[in-house]
T-cell receptor
Framework: DTGVSQDPRHKITKRGQNVTFRCDPI?????LYWYRQTLGQGPEFLTY????????KSRLLSDRFSAERPKGSFSTLEIQRTEQGDSAMYLC????????????FGPGTRLLVL | KNEVEQSPQNLTAQEGEFITINCSYS?????LHWLQQHPGGGIVSLFM???GKKKHGRLIATINIQEKHSSLHITASHPRDSAVYIC??????????FGQGTRLTINP
């Protein structure tokens, strides 16, 4: 399967714990995006990378959130000191280049903070 | 007001009916995306269009750039079409701004 993959698919954690999610984009795609989707809503942009450079971060990405893409391939999204409001589906997408390119989405990581 | 608005939010129809989902956007864009999300979360890109009309099987997407409006149509709907349909516009040519989604249920 050469699509976008995410790991884990589901994560249940207690408030205050740190969690880390991984996204593996399609191999030739140099753009990688993170989105968050809460129940009943459309996804919201969090951040995106062009190769290893993080080019934009949303206001939604508080200082408890950090994302990396160290070698321009896979990316990680870490949430420190999780809060119940962080419970959501975290979606990763990748695309070949800038402009109106089709973004290919991964299956998402569903986070539940108790 | 959201930059991307969809209607209706929920739609229930009988198998075989013709379905229309509408999307209006307030920002200038070069293209609009239609996405499908099944229970469990996975999102599939259906169309990306910048003008006119595109067709794939029983799905048809149209866009009017001047009126900033797009529609997604499903002909001969089937229960397997039940999903959330989301339109999204690229903002600043990078990130997508999403509508809130239309939950479609097709009853047999």
């Amino acid at each position: 399967d050469t699509g976008v993959s995410q790991d884990p698919r589901h994560k249940i954690t207690k408030r205050g714990q740190n969690v880390t999610f991984r996204c593996d984009p399609i191999s030739e795609h140099n753009r990688l995006y993170w989105y968050r989707q809460t129940l009943g809503q459309g996804p919201e942009f969090l951040t995106y990378f062009q190769n290893e450079a993080q080019l934009e971060k949303s206001r939604l990405l508080s200082d408890r959130f950090s994302a990396e893409r160290p070698k321009g391939s896979f990316s990680t999204l870490e949430i420190q000191r999780t809060e119940q409001g962080d419970s959501a589906m975290y979606l990763c997408a990748s695309s070949k280049r800038q402009g109106a390119e089709t973004q290919y989405f991964g299956p998402g990581t569903r986070l539940l903070v108790l | 007001k959201n930059e991307v608005e969809q209607s209706p939010q929920n739609l229930t129809a009988q198998e075989g009916e013709f379905i229309t989902i509408n999307c209006s956007y307030s920002v200038g864009i070069s293209a609009l995306h239609w996405l499908q999300q099944h229970p469990g979360g996975g999102i599939v890109s259906l169309f990306m269009l910048s003008s006119g009309k595109k067709k794939h099987g029983r799905l048809i997407a149209t866009i009017n750039i001047q009126e900033k409006h797009s529609s997604l149509h499903i002909t001969a709907s089937h229960p397997r079409d039940s999903a959330v349909y989301i339109c999204a516009a690229p903002r600043g040519a990078q990130k997508l701004v999403f509508g809130q989604g239309t939950r479609l249920t097709i009853n047999p």
